[in-house]
Nanobody, 126 residues
Framework: QVQLVESGGGLVQSGGSLRLSCATSGFTLDDYAVAWFREAPGKEREGVSCINKGDYSTDYADAVKGRFTISRDNARKTVYLQMNSLEPDDTGVYYC???????????????????WGMGTQVTVSS
């Protein structure tokens, strides 16, 4: 049974940090690209960061470049998102997802990802 379970969200002040984790099971993580998406109230779900399947290269949305870092630990079957210098606009539900994408993983729309977690809430206060 495929499972992705996010954790690490919470309430933090502007300028603070959080580290999100996505524990996976039921499939071989290194067979997939992995991505973090977020969805703010009233907005579409957007890609935040991802790691390509082909060469493990990473990509970031412009809004988070220099502040967020994505990583994966295939042995632990876990994906991480280190978020620093958080801003109120980073508020939303953060989801991890996996898809069969060798490259350009951030260009794929949410429906092009195969498996999803239930999400974890991140709230950044000003």
């Amino acid at each position: 049974q495929v499972q992705l379970v996010e954790s690490g969200g919470g309430l933090v002040q502007s300028g603070g940090s959080l580290r999100l984790s996505c524990a996976t099971s039921g499939f071989t993580l290194d067979d997939y690209a992995v991505a973090w998406f977020r969805e703010a109230p009233g907005k579409e779900r957007e890609g935040v960061s991802c790691i390509n399947k082909g060469d493990y290269s990473t990509d970031y949305a412009d809004a988070v470049k220099g502040r967020f870092t994505i990583s994966r630990d295939n042995a632990r079957k876990t994906v991480y998102l280190q978020m620093n210098s958080l801003e109120p606009d980073d508020t939303g539900v953060y989801y991890c997802a996996v898809g069969n994408h060798d490259y350009y993983c951030l260009k794929y729309r949410p429906y092009e990802y195969d498996y999803w977690g239930m999400g974890t809430q991140v709230t950044v206060s000003s």
